[in-house]
C-alpha cells in the first residue's frame, strides 16, 4: 500500500514509517520540519516538506493514489493564540478533503489524552466527559470531531487513538515528555537534578513500540472509531527515577497532579492487541538508543556554526569590535599626522564601521569620529560651546552620518537581498527534489505499465506473438493461422472463415477447434444477412437484430476492391461489445488481409513454376507444401479433409477433365512420386464419394489415401 504520514521526520511519524516499511508498504512523508528531522528516516521513501496546508499537499495526493493517510503531524507543545489553532485545523481539513477526493481508504488521526483533561484518580473510557484544558487538547478534540464529521458524510473510514505519554528513541522535548527528558539526560550525565514534579505524580506511560504494533494492525484490520491507545497502568514519577537510577530533587509546584489512567480494553478486544513492553524494557532501549547516538535531547540541536553565527551578532560584541577598530584609527592618526598631511582618517573608519557592523553601529561611529574633531578644536583653546554652532563640524558631521547610514542602508539591503535569493535557491532546490522525485516514480510507473501492456493477453506483444501464425505464404495456411489469431485476440472460440465463389456460395474454409461449434461446409448467401451486408459493405457488420442462426458479426477479406472471403463470429460475451472490441476487430482483419495480399502477391509471382504448364495442377513442391498444411488444420481445428490418388496415367488431358470436378477450394497436384492427387477441402470420406463417382462418369479412376503424408 501506498502509506503517507505527515510528521512523518519526527518522533511517532518515523517510528510508525519504519514499521510499515518493515512490513512492505511503500512510504511517503510530508513534514515542515519544525521539529522533526530527516536523519530519523534512513530507508527509501517519497517526502515533500511542506506544511499540512500547503496547497502543494493536492499535487502530492494526485500523483501517488495514497491508501493509508496517518496524520501524527499535530502540536505537542501548548498554542498561544488562536492563530495556531485556525492553521491546525486548516490542516487537517485540507488533509481530510484531499483523503475524500482522491479516494483514501483510511485515516488516522493521533489524538491525545488531554482530551479528558484532570479527570479523577478512576479509568478513563472512550466514553468518559472531554474536558479540554489547553488549546492543544481543544484542538485534538476539534480534529477528532472533523474525522467522525468526514466519516459520516463521506464515507471515508477514519481512525481515531487518544495517546498518553509515549517514550522512546528519537523523542523530542515536548509538554507531555519533558519530564522524562529531564530524568533521561540526568542518567547520561551523571548530574544532580530538580524535578518540578510531584513525587506521587503517576503517568501513563507507553512505549513507542507498542503505539506503532497497535497502530500498524489497526490499519491492516481497518479498524474505525475512537479508541484509547495506552499501557492500562500507571507509573509514579518516583518509580520513573528509580527505574532510571536517578535521585533527583522533587520541588513543590501548583500544578496539578498527573494521575489520569487510560482504559485500553475496548482497543484490546476490537483488535485482540496487549502491549508488549514493561517500563523497565522501554526505558532500557530508550537509554541504550541515546548511549549510542551521544544524544539527550531527540529535538535538533544547534550546531556550531549556529553558535558561531549568533555569538558574531550579538550586539554588545559588535559594538566591542567597533571600539577597537576606532581605538586602531585614534592610535593610526595620532602617529601619522605629526609626520605626513594625511586624508581624513574618520571618514574611512565611519565608511568601515558602516560596512562591517551595520547602521546601528555606523550611529555610534559617526559620533565618535565627530568627537574627536571636537577634541582636536578644543584642544586648541576653542571654546567648547563654539563647536557646537560650527558649520564647518556639522557638515562634517553630517557627512560621516550620511555616508555611514548609506552604506549601512545598502549593506543591509544586499544582505536581504542575498538571504531571500538563498531561501528562494532553498524553495527552487526543494521543488526540483519533489518533481525529480515525480519524474523518477513516473518514469517507474511508466515502465511497470510497459512490461504490463507488452506482457498482458489484451497487448500489443501478445498480438504481435499471435500474428507471427500469419507469415505463411500459402493461403490454407493464413486460413487456418487466422483462426488462432482471432481466438487469442478477440477472447471467442467460435470463427469461421468463408470463402466466397462466382456462384450464391459460400465454402468453409477454417474454423475453430472448438468441439461444440460445428458450422454448415458453405452458406447460401442471400439466406444469411450478415453475409449479404459484409459483401455489400465491405465492411465490418454486427448482428444489431439478433437474428436466430446469425453470426453475432462479421468482417470481409478484400482482394482487388471485392470480397473474397468473410470471417464470421458466432459467439462473443456480451461485454465485450464495446468500440474498442470493434476497432480491434478492424485491426485484426486489416492484419489477416494485409497477409493473404502478401500470399496472393506471391502466388502470382510465382504462378509459372507453381503450376504444370498448361494446367491447375500443383508441381509436388507445392501440393506438399498445402497438404502439410491440411494435415495441421485437421489435428488443430478438427477440419476434415481426403486424398484421392488419380489411378489415370498423369497427363494434361487428364489434369484438365479431372480440374472441373473440383471446387474452388480443393487442389490438385503432382506429389513427389509423379502421380496426380485430387486434395478435397472440408471433406470426410463418406463426402469424397461424390466426387469419385463424378470422376467415374469420366472414365476416370480415383481412391481414397488413407496416409495421406506417406509417399511410396
Known amino acids: ?139 485534538a478534540l476539534h480534529g477528532e470531531a472533523y474525522c467522525a464529521q468526514w466519516s459520516e458524510l463521506h464515507q471515508l473510514s477514519t481512525l481515531v487513538f487518544r495517546l498518553p505519554h509515549v517514550y522512546g528513541p528519537k523523542q523530542q522535548t515536548s509538554h507531555e515528555s519533558r519530564f522524562l527528558h529531564h530524568v533521561m539526560k540526568a542518567t547520561m550525565t551523571d548530574e544532580d537534578i530538580t524535578l518540578s514534579a510531584h513525587r506521587d505524580d503517576r503517568f501513563d506511560l507507553i512505549f513507542v513500540g507498542d503505539v506503532v504494533d497497535a497502530m500498524y494492525r489497526s490499519v491492516i484490520s481497518q479498524l474505525q472509531g475512537v479508541y484509547n491507545l495506552s499501557s492500562n497502568t500507571l507509573t509514579s514519577a518516583e518509580d520513573v527515577t528509580t527505574l532510571l537510577g536517578v535521585t533527583p530533587v522533587f520541588q513543590n509546584t501548583d500544578l496539578p497532579q498527573h494521575s489520569l489512567q487510560l482504559e485500553n480494553r475496548k482497543l484490546t478486544a476490537d483488535l485482540d492487541w496487549v502491549p508488549r513492553f514493561t517500563p523497565q524494557e522501554g526505558f532500557a532501549i530508550t537509554r541504550e538508543y541515546y548511549e549510542k547516538t551521544e544524544q539527550t535531547d531527540g529535538a535538533a540541536t544547534e550546531t556550531s556554526t549556529g553558535r558561531w553565527k549568533q555569538l558574531f551578532t550579538n550586539p554588545i560584541l559588535r559594538s566591542v569590535e567597533n571600539l577597537t577598530l576606532f581605538a586602531m584609527f585614534l592610535v593610526g592618526s595620532l602617529i601619522m599626522t605629526p609626520i605626513v598631511d594625511t586624508p581624513d582618517y574618520w571618514f574611512i573608519y565611519v565608511l568601515l564601521a558602516a560596512l562591517l557592523f551595520g547602521k546601528s553601529q555606523a550611529l555610534l561611529a559617526s559620533i565618535m569620529a565627530v568627537g574627536v574633531h571636537f577634541y582636536e578644536h578644543a584642544a586648541t583653546g576653542r571654546n567648547v560651546l563654539s563647536l557646537f554652532v560650527d558649520n564647518t563640524i556639522l557638515a562634517v558631521f553630517t557627512i560621516y552620518l550620511l555616508i555611514g547610514l548609506v552604506v549601512s542602508y545598502v549593506m543591509e539591503r544586499r544582505k536581504i537581498e542575498i538571504q531571500f535569493l538563498k531561501d528562494e535557491l532553498a524553495a527552487t532546490t526543494e521543488r526540483h527534489v519533489f518533481l525529480n522525485d515525480i519524474y523518477e516514480e513516473t518514469l517507474t510507473i511508466k515502465n511497470q505499465l510497459q512490461q504490463q501492456i507488452l506482457h498482458s493477453e489484451e497487448s500489443i506483444g501478445s498480438v504481435y506473438e499471435a500474428t507471427r501464425s500469419l507469415d505463411s505464404l500459402e493461403p490454407e495456411g493464413l486460413f487456418v493461422g487466422s483462426i488462432s489469431v ?143 498444411q491440411k494435415e495441421q488444420a485437421k489435428r488443430e481445428l478438427h477440419i476434415p479433409y481426403t486424398l484421392l490418388h488419380i489411378q489415370e496415367a498423369a497427363s494434361e488431358e487428364v489434369a484438365r477433365s479431372v480440374e472441373t470436378t473440383l471446387r474452388t477450394t480443393d487442389y490438385l497436384g503432382y506429389r513427389t512420386d509423379g502421380r496426380l492427387y485430387a486434395l478435397l477441402s472440408n471433406a470426410t470420406r463418406e463426402e469424397s464419394q461424390i466426387v469419385i463417382d463424378r470422376l467415374a462418369h469420366k472414365a476416370i479412376q480415383a481412391d481414397v489415401v488413407e496416409d495421406a503424408l506417406y509417399v511410396d
Open 486 to 628: 482471432l481466438e487469442k485476440t478477440l477472447k471467442a472460440d467460435q470463427f469461421a472463415i468463408y470463402v466466397i465463389n462466382q456462384s450464391s456460395f459460400a465454402r468453409l474454409a477454417a474454423k475453430s477447434a472448438a468441439s461444440s461449434f460445428a458450422p454448415h461446409n458453405s452458406l447460401q448467401i442471400d439466406e444469411h444477412s450478415v453475409v449479404q451486408d459484409v459483401i455489400r459493405s465491405k465492411d465490418i457488420v454486427f448482428n444489431t437484430s439478433l437474428s436466430p442462426g446469425e453470426a453475432v458479426f462479421g468482417a470481409p477479406l478484400v482482394r482487388q476492391g471485392e470480397v473474397f472471403a468473410i470471417i464470421l463470429c458466432y459467439d462473443v460475451p456480451f461485454q465485450n461489445l464495446t468500440l474498442s472490441y470493434r476497432n480491434l476487430i478492424d485491426v485484426m482483419t486489416r492484419l489477416i488481409n494485409t497477409s493473404l495480399d502478401r500470399s496472393f502477391g506471391y502466388i502470382d509471382a510465382v504462378q509459372f513454376d507453381r503450376y504444370v504448364a498448361d494446367t491447375n495442377a500443383l508441381k509436388s513442391e507445392y501440393f506438399e507444401r498445402i497438404l502439410v
Open 1 to 139: 500500500m501506498n502509506i503517507l504520514i505527515t510528521g512523518g521526520y519526527g518522533f511517532l511519524g518515523s517510528a510508525i514509517a519504519e514499521r510499515f516499511f518493515k512490513e512492505g508498504h511503500h512510504i511517503h512523508i510530508l513534514d515542515n520540519l519544525s521539529t522533526g528531522s530527516k536523519q530519523h528516516i534512513d530507508f527509501k521513501h517519497r517526502s515533500l516538506i511542506a506544511d499540512v496546508a500547503d496547497h502543494k499537499c493536492e499535487s502530492f495526493f494526485r500523483t501517488y493514489s495514497f491508501d493509508v493517510v496517518i496524520h501524527c503531524a499535530n502540536p505537542r507543545v501548548p498554542n498561544v493564540g488562536g492563530a495556531s489553532n485556525q492553521s491546525n485545523m486548516n490542516g487537517l481539513l485540507n488533509l481530510l478533503t484531499l483523503s475524500e477526493k482522491y479516494h483514501v481508504k483510511q485515516f488516522l488521526y493521533c489524538s491525545t489524552s488531554e482530551v479528558y483533561g484532570h479527570l479523577s484518580n478512576d479509568r478513563v473510557t472512550e466514553h468518559s466527559p472531554s474536558n479540554p484544558l489547553t488549546p492543544m487538547a481543544l484542538d
